[in-house]
């Protein structure tokens, strides 16, 4: 199988903030998320592990012990049951490509 998704058309999450499921199966989700500048998500945690890529522009990934820059070109992997929040301290919109892995 083959599929396409494009931002406009996808799902959106049920959150307070701008993310777009592109795919989901049963192994792997894969969000489009879009911080807008000042924008923050609240610390949370999954019960599975989480793949982040940036994908333009760049946010802050806050953690109880510190902070990850996470820019254009980079990953941060985070292991289930970890919390976390993100932050766009900048003046460009950040995306975001999150893979959470479900099995």
Known sequence: MIRKSV???APQVSAD???RIMHSDKR?????LTL????????HKNPYDVLFAGISGQAR???PNGQLQLKAGETIFVTADEGRAWINH???PARIMVF???Q
């Open 7 to 9: 931002p406009e058309q």
């Open 17 to 19: 903030i701008d993310g």
């Open 100 to 102: 959470k892995i479900l």
């Open 28 to 32: 792997v989700e894969a969000i489009l």
């Open 90 to 92: 900048e003046t460009e």
């Open 36 to 43: 807008q500048p000042g924008e923050k998500m609240p610390l």
């Open 61 to 63: 990934l806050e953690h």
